[in-house]
């Protein structure tokens, strides 16, 4: 079983940039595919990317498509999430979980970007 970690979250003005990163522990990290998702102040947490198991295939939200880039590193059981040109809708709590998710989340990496 995969146990997930996020970091890298911060305040960062619009137009911005922040990299986040999901440490994993367990052997089958790169057995999965990943994900990372966000939720809102009164949202329900949404799909921001997702990345195959191989990193050969990626998928992103509509709204962050251009703007953030999924990758990993499986010898290092990580996962990053670059994002570039942030809005400050882009403000949100995010997760990484295996794609798709599993019922557990972990506490997440605050982002949140001012105007």
């Known amino acids: 079983q995969v146990q997930l970690v996020e970091s890298g979250g911060g305040l960062v003005q619009a137009g911005g940039s922040l990299r986040l990163s999901c440490a994993a522990s367990?052997?089958?990290?790169?057995?999965?595919?990943m994900g990372w998702f966000r939720q809102a102040p009164g949202k329900e947490r949404e799909f921001v990317a997702s990345i195959s198991w191989s990193g050969g295939n990626t998928y992103y939200a509509d709204s962050v498509k251009g703007r953030f880039t999924i990758s990993r590193d499986n010898a290092k059981n990580t996962l990053y999430l670059q994002m570039n040109s942030l809005k400050p809708e882009d403000t949100a709590v995010y997760y990484c979980n295996t794609a798709p998710p599993r019922p557990d989340w972990g506490q997440g990496t605050q982002v949140t970007v001012s105007s």
């Open positions: 367990g052997r089958t990290f790169s057995s999965y595919a």
